[in-house]
Structure formats: C-alpha cells, structure tokens
C-alpha cells in the first residue's frame, strides 16, 4: 500500500508540471449567432483545448457597439488575449501585436497586407475573412462534357465552346439583372490586378464580357433571364459556372458541397489573379498583455496557428463543408491582396458604364 502511494505521488509530482503549464486564454470574435463560422469556431476551439490541454473564455457575439465597448474595456485593461475583429475597430497598436510581429513569432500563417493597414498606418491585423467575388464552378457538370475547372483563360474560352455547343449554359449570371459582380469580375480578369477600377481595366471587362458572349457563355438569351433563375440552374448541377460572392456558399445545398469549387480568377493576360475582388472582413491581433505572460503567450500562438491554416480558415470562411469550403480557404489563404469593388471606387460613374458595357453586348451580333 505504501509503494502505491509513494508511486502515486510520484505520478502527481509529474503530472503537476504539465496541469500548471496549461493557460485560460481569452478570446473575442465575431463567430457567433448567425454568423456563417460560428460552428466552425465552435469546432476549432473544442480540438484546440483538447489537443493542448489549454482553455478559453470565448466572448464571440453579434458585432453591435455593445460588445464592441466591452472589447475595448478589456483590450484596454490587459484582460483580452487574442482579437478577431475588422479594421479600423478603434483599437491601438500600443495594445497590439502587429501583424509583422505575429509572423516573426513563427505563426505560419500570419501575414501583413495593405488591405488591413489602420489609419496610421499601421497592419496590427493578419487577415481571417474577405468578403469576396470570384467563379464558382461545378465540378460534375464540366467532367460530364470531360472538362476540368478552368485554371487559365484559354482553359474557360474552351470550356464555354464545349458546353454552349451541348445544350448546357456554361455560365449561370443574368446580365441585365443584378450584373454587379459580372463585371466586377471581368474588370479583374481583363487587366492586371493593380489596374483594376482603371480605365483599362474598364477596358478589359467589357471586352472579357464580349468575348464570352459571342461564345454564348450565358446561355441563349442572357438579356432577359432572372438572375435568380440562373442561381438556381447552378445550385441545381444544371449550368457548369457562375460568378458570385462568398456568401453564395451559403446556399449551396450540402449533398452538392463536394461538387462544388470556388476558384481564382483566370486573367485575359494568361495569368490567374491572387488578388481577390472584395474587402477585408475581419482580421486577428494578439495583445500586449498577452505577450507578457509566457504561458498565455505560448498558448495563443498555438491558437492562432490552427485558426490560420487551412482546416481552420475552412471552418470560418463560410457555414458550407466538403470541398467547397476547402477551395474559398484555399483563395482566401493564398491571396496576397484584395481589389474593393467598382461601385465603391466610382459611386458616381458605376451606373453609367455599367448600362453602357450591357447596351453594347446586347447590341453585337
């Protein structure tokens, strides 16, 4: 009985290590309620503690000035370890770790862009979330014609022949309703990232548009189709591409989220775009306070890491699964930058090139 009891204690005295070196982290996000990555952050934050030993105070909620006030209480006062917030959230870098600093910290992930830089200056955010518009393909309806996923524009021109040709509309957008992100989107494949919302840029969108057209990319008579018409053909496998936003994966039903791929853009040059037509959504920061607490410290990397890798940007990135989810973690982790949106660039002008790009499609042969 004795040598039990002096092997048990034994056992606790090395045990003892290990239970003290375990750290309670807390947490801010927006990945809750509603929000398209609150069960995947739920998710994320179960496999972390329990690979780690670790734990979190979570305070995820609705982005309201309210929970925005209690952050800043709590950055403010040294009790808050790891943010997840947007831009410009009134937050300072004297309470911050920049995102530099993160990736110096050896974070794999964490990466400093233009697009996240504060008024000041300052990139105190690596990015978590964009709100994006790119093409999104069904992978069934192109292998069913012996077509893969259009990775240049050769490969789309060729893809769009082949599936006018059977009957099946290659590229589910009315252009005539709600063709924001159509052009938003050849605005981006018609000319070089840093050009877009130029002139050539302009330039480059109206002539992807009408080459596409003359291939009947969208369908017999694009003129007069609801768009909403053409989201469901796509949702249904019954047209092979579409372009929208990010949130259209929220639609997609899930015995369809393995067949289904966001992708990047395919550029007019040859060259696919890596800088994504849209804003940043929210971003990551660990605190000051944190990085003077070895233990916390060292916990929150560990945190940060799984949400900036690929499994981890799965979850967050949208509520869908299977592969769909993959490819807009896959996008928005390799994206080295983001464009905004026409409208937002020219507010004032957008309407009229808009309605003049479509008079002239519409006007072609």
């Given at each position: 009985m004795k040598r039990f009891s002096l092997a048990l204690a034994c056992f606790a005295l090395l045990l003892l290590p290990a239970l003290c070196a375990a750290a309670t982290l807390r947490v801010y996000t927006p990945f809750a309620d509603m929000d398209p990555g609150a069960q995947g952050w739920e998710e994320l934050l179960r496999s972390w503690e329990e690979e780690t030993g670790n734990a979190c105070e979570d305070y995820s909620a609705l982005q309201d000035e309210t929970w925005f006030e209690q952050l800043r209480r709590a950055v403010s006062a040294g009790e808050a370890d790891l943010v997840i917030i947007p831009v410009a959230s009134g937050l300072e870098a004297?309470?911050?770790?920049?995102?530099?600093?993160?990736?110096?910290?050896?974070?794999?992930?964490?990466?400093?862009?233009?697009?996240?830089?504060?008024?000041?200056g300052s990139i105190l955010l690596t990015p978590v979330r964009y709100h994006f518009e790119t093409l999104f393909v069904n992978t069934d309806v192109l292998e069913k014609a012996s077509l893969a996923a259009p990775g240049s524009w050769e490969d789309l021109v060729v893809s769009c022949a082949v599936l006018a040709q059977t009957g099946v509309t290659p590229i589910a957008n009315a252009l005539t309703e709600w063709p924001e992100i159509v052009l938003d989107c050849a605005?981006?494949?018609?000319?070089?990232?840093?050009?877009?919302?130029?002139?050539?840029?302009?330039?480059?969108?109206?002539?992807?548009?009408?080459?596409?057209?003359?291939?009947?990319?969208?369908?017999?008579?694009?003129?007069?189709?609801?768009?909403?018409?053409?989201?469901?053909?796509?949702?249904?496998?019954?047209?092979?591409?579409?372009?929208?936003?990010?949130?259209?994966?929220?639609?997609?039903?899930?015995?369809?989220?393995?067949?289904?791929?966001?992708?990047?853009?395919?550029?007019?040059?040859?060259?696919?775009?890596?800088?994504?037509?849209?804003?940043?959504?929210?971003?990551?920061?660990?605190?000051?306070?944190?990085?003077?607490?070895?233990?916390?410290?060292?916990?929150?990397?560990?945190?940060?890491?799984?949400?900036?890798?690929a499994k981890g940007e799965s979850g967050l990135v949208t509520a869908a699964g299977g592969k769909l989810a993959g490819s807009m973690a896959q996008l928005t982790l390799s994206a080295q930058?983001?464009?905004?949106?026409?409208?937002?660039?020219?507010?004032?002008?957008?309407?009229d090139w808009a309605e003049h790009v479509v008079s002239s499609l519409m006007s072609e042969p």
């Open positions: 004297k309470d911050l770790v920049t995102a530099e600093e993160l990736s110096q910290a050896g974070v794999p992930g964490a990466r400093s862009l233009s697009a996240m830089a504060e008024s000041d605005a981006m494949m018609g000319a070089p990232a840093e050009d877009f919302g130029s002139d050539a840029s302009k330039e480059g969108a109206a002539l992807v548009l009408s080459q596409l057209s003359a291939l009947g990319a969208f369908g017999a008579d694009p003129w007069n189709a609801e768009d909403q018409a053409c989201a469901d053909a796509f949702l249904a496998g019954k047209a092979a591409m579409r372009f929208d936003s990010w949130d259209f994966s929220l639609s997609v039903p899930e015995e369809r989220q393995d067949a289904v791929l966001a992708i990047p853009l395919p550029g007019l040059d040859g060259t696919q775009r890596s800088i994504l037509v849209g804003t940043p959504a929210c971003g990551l920061a660990l605190t000051k306070a944190c990085q003077n607490s070895p233990e916390r410290w060292k916990a929150a990397l560990s945190l940060a890491e799984k949400i900036l890798d930058g983001v464009s905004g949106i026409l409208y937002d660039r020219d507010p004032e002008g957008f309407d």
